[in-house]
Every structure is written in C-alpha cells, then in structure tokens.
C-alpha cells in the first residue's frame, strides 16, 4: 500500500505560479513511477506529467509543455509539479498518483491515487 497526500493548491491569479507536492508514506516510493493528473469541471481526468523511479526522466501533456515541470525527491518520498504562467483553463482538481508499469499514461495502470487539491486560476 502507498498512501499519497496532496498539497499546494490554491486559488491564484492569470499569471502566477504555484508549487504542488503530494506526499507518499507506505511501500518503498522510488519503486513507483509517478504522475499527476488533474480534472476541470465536466470533463475527464487527465495526465498532465510523468516522472520515471529515479527523477531523470520526464513526460508531459503537449497543453502543459514550457509551463509545467515535474520532479521528485525519492530521500523526502515527495512528488512536486512547479506550475507557473497559469492559466484560467488550467483549474482543476489535481491528484497525483504512483505507477509500477513504467511510462503508463494510462488512468487505469496508476495503482495509487491521492485524495487531490484545488488549483483555481482567475482571469
């Protein structure tokens, strides 16, 4: 079992930046890949970024590219996602989620999922 508890969401303006962290506590966190998806309103869950076992590869939705960044700290058990520029179409509950099956953007090979947190952006 992993346990994966979010934080960092907040409601921000056009522009600004903000830093997620989703804490892990369980089995052994640098065996899992790690992910973070988010879901706006009426719409489906999505991969917004993965980030491989040892933290030296990444992958990220196109919508994300040059805004978001991934990373890891596998000696704190920690998954970040720095987001910066935000957008209003940006909001979204965003979880994070932990993989054993390597590079997966598949929603139903992500065996552990985090409760989320509220990122809300104003225009």
């Known amino acids: 079992q992993v346990q994966l508890v979010e934080s960092g969401g907040g409601l921000v303006q056009a522009g600004d930046s903000l830093r997620l962290s989703c804490a892990a506590s369980?089995?052994?966190?640098?065996?899992?890949?790690m992910g973070w998806f988010r879901q706006a309103p009426g719409k489906e869950r999505e991969l917004v970024a993965t980030?491989?076992?040892?933290?030296?590869?990444?992958y990220y939705a196109d919508s994300v590219k040059g805004r978001f960044t991934i990373s890891r700290n596998n000696a704190k058990d920690t998954v970040y996602l720095d987001v910066n520029n935000l957008k209003p179409e940006d909001t979204a509950v965003y979880y994070c989620?932990?993989?054993?099956?390597?590079?997966?953007?598949?929603?139903?090979?992500?065996?552990?999922w985090g409760q989320g947190t509220q990122v809300t952006v104003s225009s």
């Open positions: 989620a932990a993989s054993i099956t390597p590079w997966t953007t598949r929603e139903e090979a992500y065996d552990y």
């Open positions: 369980g089995r052994t966190f640098s065996t899992y890949y």
């Open positions: 980030v491989n076992r040892g933290g030296d590869n990444t």
